[in-house]
Each structure stands twice: as structure tokens, then as C-alpha cells.
């Protein structure tokens, strides 16, 4: 569903847009092309004219996506509105409301026979589950992610959780593009690992008396994302990136890069990884990180493979 103030954040980005290439004319003028360079200038730009920040994942997950059905928090719209020269964002959406512009709802030229066609097979299935479930004892459960700085739903970071059975991995059931996770239950207490892209991988137990769902807050994996975000941007400062990279791994550290599909793999110690990390031609670029280990403090196994696209 289309969210109510998405048309004034879209004109928002049009906005960023102008603002922005007032000083960098060679930008693409359409933000969903930015990327690399031209965002970390955006991101310094940004920091000098307003004092905010928001981080690259941020920006693909917001100002690059076209998902309608949520806007970011008011706090960062009152951000990027200071950032175009308003007050507000409240001040921005008066504005755009006084020059005529409003969300328009979605029609549906759906007639009430196919509707009911549409749904019926929906309302049988519901009812179905839910006296199987009434028979078996079983609840459906739903928990929702969250990401612990932002307080904004983990959606696309491939989020799956492994429900523990007898103390060992059961089943697998991956989140949907809301971030949440849809289980049925039969016992009451029950423990599962949480893993997905950039963020830290963990063991929960969850009570669900008296409940019909919950929010989890999972903390980012800073070191995976630091990593991911040097793959992908280009950067002259390579000593720089060097001590970066020597800080957050170990001396006995082992990297695994897994070729796609799974069709090969080959291994780094952490010179070796941080030679070919830091080097002009380096092939080691658009890397997502499958897997972080940890011992005191820093990286000491990972596993890491190439995206094609960015």
C-alpha cells in the first residue's frame, strides 16, 4: 500500500537532487544512478551544510529505492529538508501542498465478483490453517526485525532465522521483504538463530504467552559493512584503507572467497586479503560478506563472495 506522504518524498528527492548538483553539475540527475564517489560527496556535502550524516546503507535502502510503502523517519526528512533550504519537512509538504500537488489513491477497476473470486480461495485456505492449528494446539507467531540504531524494519539483507530443535538446527524460514518472520508454534518457549546481511548473527529464546508477535532489535555487523562499503567505493587514500583493514583483523585470520555458485573457492590469510583489497587493480570489488567470525575484538574468519551488480 502506497504510503500517504511518499509523492512529497519523492519530490523531496527531485529536490536533494537540484541542491545538490548546484555544485557537482556532473552527477546523474537521477539519484536512483548515484553510487561510489558520487554519494560519498553527497554524504560530505550533507555533513557540511547541515551537520547530519546517514550512511551508504541507508541511502540504497532509502534515497535509491523505490519501495511506496514507507518513508524514512521524520527526523532524517527534517534532515534532507534543511538540506534543500526549508525549515521542516512539515515545511516542505505545506509548500508542495500549496503548489498543488497531493497523493493521488489508487484506483481499482477490480469489479466485486472478481474480488470475491480473487478471495475466496485466500478465505478457504485461512480457515483451513487456522482449524488444523485449533486441532494441533499450534499458534502462529510473528516477529518482526529491527534495526537497534535506526528503529527501522531490516528488509533485503537476506534475513533468515533457524529454529533450534533438541539443541540443533531445524528448519530455516526466511523473512519477507517487511523484514518478519511467520512461524507456527506448538510449545510456548522456543530458541532460534538470527542471521542477515551486515548485521550481527545471534541466539534468541522467545516466549510467546499472552502474545501474537514481537519486534527483535539486531545490532549492524560495523566491520562486514565497513568492509563492503571499501569494495565498493573507489578511494585514492590506500594507506589509509590498509591500517583500516589491519585494525579489524587478526593476525591468524582466514578468508574464504566463494566464487558464484558455489563453483570454486579460494583462500586469504590477511596479508594476503588486505593486498588484494588495497591494490589500484584489485579484483576483490563488490564483495558481500556471507560470514564474520570473531575473536577478541576483530575479524578471524570470513567468508565473502562477489556481487554482480551495484
Not at 101 to 130: A, E, H, N, Q, W
Request: proline share 2%; with cysteine.
Amino acid at each position: 500500500m502506497r504510503h500517504p506522504e511518499r509523492v512529497y518524498f519523492d519530490e523531496l528527492k527531485n529536490q536533494i537532487v537540484a541542491c545538490f548538483r548546484e555544485r557537482n553539475a556532473d552527477c546523474p540527475d537521477d539519484i536512483s544512478e548515484w553510487k561510489g564517489k558520487v554519494i560519498e560527496s553527497f554524504q560530505e556535502d550533507l555533513q557540511e551544510k547541515v551537520k547530519g550524516r546517514i550512511s551508504t546503507r541507508w541511502f540504497y535502502d532509502h534515497l535509491k529505492s523505490d519501495k511506496e510503502d514507507r518513508i524514512p523517519r521524520v527526523d532524517i526528512l527534517n534532515l534532507l529538508s534543511e538540506y534543500c533550504g526549508f525549515d521542516s519537512w512539515e515545511a516542505f509538504i505545506k509548500l508542495k501542498k500549496a503548489e498543488g500537488i497531493k497523493d493521488k489513491p489508487v484506483k481499482t477497476k477490480l469489479g466485486i465478483k472478481r474480488i470475491i473470486k480473487f478471495l475466496l480461495p485466500i478465505l478457504v485456505v485461512s480457515i483451513v490453517v487456522m482449524i488444523a492449528m485449533m486441532m494441533t494446539g499450534k499458534t502462529e507467531y510473528k516477529i518482526s526485525f529491527i534495526d537497534s540504531d535506526f528503529g527501522m524494519p531490516i528488509a533485503n539483507r537476506n534475513l533468515e532465522i533457524t529454529v533450534l530443535e533438541d539443541g540443533r538446527g531445524g528448519r530455516i524460514v526466511k523473512a519477507d521483504s517487511n523484514g518478519c518472520v511467520n512461524l507456527i508454534l506448538k510449545d510456548e518457549e522456543f530458541r532460534f538463530i538470527v542471521s542477515a546481511d551486515y548485521y550481527k548473527t545471534d541466539t534468541l529464546e522467545i516466549n510467546t504467552r499472552d502474545k501474537e508477535g514481537e519486534e527483535v532489535t539486531l545490532k549492524i555487523d560495523d566491520y562486514s559493512m565497513l568492509i563492503h562499503q571499501l569494495s565498493v567505493t573507489e578511494s585514492e587514500g590506500w594507506e589509509r584503507r590498509r591500517d583500516q583493514l589491519d585494525q579489524m583483523i587478526q593476525e591468524s585470520a582466514v578468508i574464504f572467497f566463494v566464487t558464484e555458485d558455489n563453483q570454486g573457492i579460494e583462500m586469504y590469510n590477511k596479508d594476503e586479503f588486505i593486498d588484494r583489497m588495497t591494490m589500484p587493480i584489485s579484483a576483490l570489488k563488490n564483495l558481500r560478506i556471507l560470514q564474520t567470525e570473531y575473536k577478541d575484538g576483530k575479524i578471524s574468519k570470513m567468508r565473502i563472495t562477489q556481487e554482480n551488480d551495484q
